[in-house]
């Protein structure tokens, strides 16, 4: 785990168009490796906005991102890609990749250049933790909602990241990939992995062992529980 | 039998000549689909080649005509009824249309396969490719119904192709040279084994793996 990672969000505002309504409103929150983080609110709470711009994905319109003391906007491109190396990201409807379920996993080790031999053993891993063996080799537009999600989480999970943002992650699953989800990262949380989730279903996400819940409204945080 | 060597003659010209067109067109045409739906132009700029879809092919065959022609301002080309003319002007033609196809493919797609790659710790280059290579179903109907479009049409390949035998006559000016003089029979055949070959040409790209359709 190195030193950990620490991601702090600095007064962000956020709008999708120049013209448009802001989708965040002077956000700062601070999410940490070793740390688990519920983010519930209502549709259009700005809690996916919030979670692309932790995760490194969509610049701020306005406000910092300083990760590990650097300000991540302002870092050269290589910095940003060894940065977003260490988080993951998880989107709410699973964008599957062409190929079999193997090559979509696979596909997040090969574009760092590890060699195949290590993609294979870490695949073959986590493929048996998610209970995906059965469709390793299946076309990934041959899925289903749940199979393509549990996918999604694997592309993630096999990357081993210091933090991992999850958008909606139980939506398409069933109470038997729930249970394996839940198991795969309460373990992560114990090795200190962070873990960020969005979910309308926090009682199941409680089950992961949670630090804090932070409640958004109208692009605002309008409340922080803390649960430890 | 109205399967005789001269068709097949006919049939191979038309290949190569739409196909022909198809290659040079997808040279131009797919960069500039990319470069649009990465740049999300106005939709005015959209409009435009959507309208170009439905460029009449005479009209077009008529530009090409004037500016090929002996006295025109690319006279001095001799490319005048030339296979080289007709392939010029159906890459001009089938350009709106492998534009605006894979373009709207691209654009539905780019924005999600970038974001996912940027999530995954992807290179600029490595966020390219993976563009490119999930959103070759898109391009490959593109190219499918360009080349369809190029085989099937008429004006300018009369116009600027001129019908001539064993050099630039093509299935869809056979079947009119043969409709102009009552062998209705042999147009038929002529047309029937046009939709043959384009249906077959479609189904073979598809399964050369070239795409797939997207997860």
């Known amino acids: 785990m190195g030193d950990g990672l620490r991601i702090y969000l600095r007064d962000i505002w956020f709008k999708y168009d120049a013209k448009g309504e802001w989708a965040l409103r002077g956000i700062t929150i601070y999410f940490n490796s070793g740390e688990a983080t519920i983010i519930k609110g209502h549709n259009g709470s700005g809690k996916t906005t919030l979670m692309k711009i932790s995760s490194l994905i969509y610049r701020p319109t306005s406000g910092s991102v300083i990760i590990n003391d650097h300000d991540f906007w302002n870092l050269s491109d ?151 | 039998m109205y399967l005789d060597s001269e068709v097949i003659d006919i049939a191979l010209r038309t290949i190569y000549i739409s196909g022909s067109a198809t290659l040079l067109a997808s040279l131009w045409s797919i960069p500039i689909s990319y470069t649009m739906a990465m740049r999300k132009p106005r939709s005015s700029v959209e409009a435009i080649f959507e309208a170009l879809v439905g460029l009449p092919t005479v009209l077009l065959g008529l530009l090409l005509y004037y500016l090929f022609n002996s006295s025109g301002p690319l006279g001095f080309l001799q490319l005048l009824y030339t296979p080289t003319a007709m392939i010029i002007g159906e890459a001009i033609l089938i ?35 993976l563009i490119i290579r999930e959103t070759s179903a898109g391009l490959t109907a593109s190219i499918i119904m360009g080349f369809s479009r190029a085989m099937g049409e008429l004006g300018i390949a009369l116009m600027v192709g001129g019908n001539l035998k064993d050099y630039t006559r093509v299935m869809t000016t056979a079947i009119a040279f043969d409709v102009s003089r009552g062998e209705f029979e042999r147009g038929l055949v002529l047309g029937l084994l046009l939709l043959l070959i384009m249906i077959l040409i479609a189904i073979a790209i598809k399964s050369l793996g070239v795409v797939g359709a997207r997860g």
């Open chain 1, 78 to 228: 290589r910095d940003k890609i060894s940065f977003r190396r260490r988080v993951a990201f998880v989107h709410d409807k699973p964008i599957m990749l062409r190929g079999s379920v193997r090559r979509n996993i696979e596909y997040s080790l090969l574009i760092r250049g590890i060699e195949e031999e290590e993609v294979r053993k870490r695949c073959d891993e986590v493929i048996e933790e998610l209970g995906l063996k059965t469709i390793e080799n299946r076309s990934s537009n041959r899925l289903s909602a749940g199979q393509a999600q549990l996918v999604a989480i694997a592309r993630a999970l096999v990357t081993e990241p210091e933090i991992i943002f999850l958008d909606e992650p139980f939506a398409y699953l069933d109470n038997e990939k729930r249970k394996i989800l839940v198991r795969a990262l309460r373990g992560r949380r114990e090795e200190g992995v962070g873990i960020v989730i969005v979910s309308h279903e926090p009682e199941i996400a409680l089950q992961i062992g949670i630090d804090r819940v932070i409640t958004m409204e109208n692009g605002e945080i309008s409340n922080i529980s803390f649960l430890r």
């Open chain 2, 95 to 129: 350009t709106p249309i492998l534009i605006s196809v894979s373009y709207r493919y691209t654009k539905t797609y780019s924005k999600q396969i970038s974001e996912l790659a940027i999530s995954l710790g992807a290179t600029r280059i490595q966020t390219q490719v």
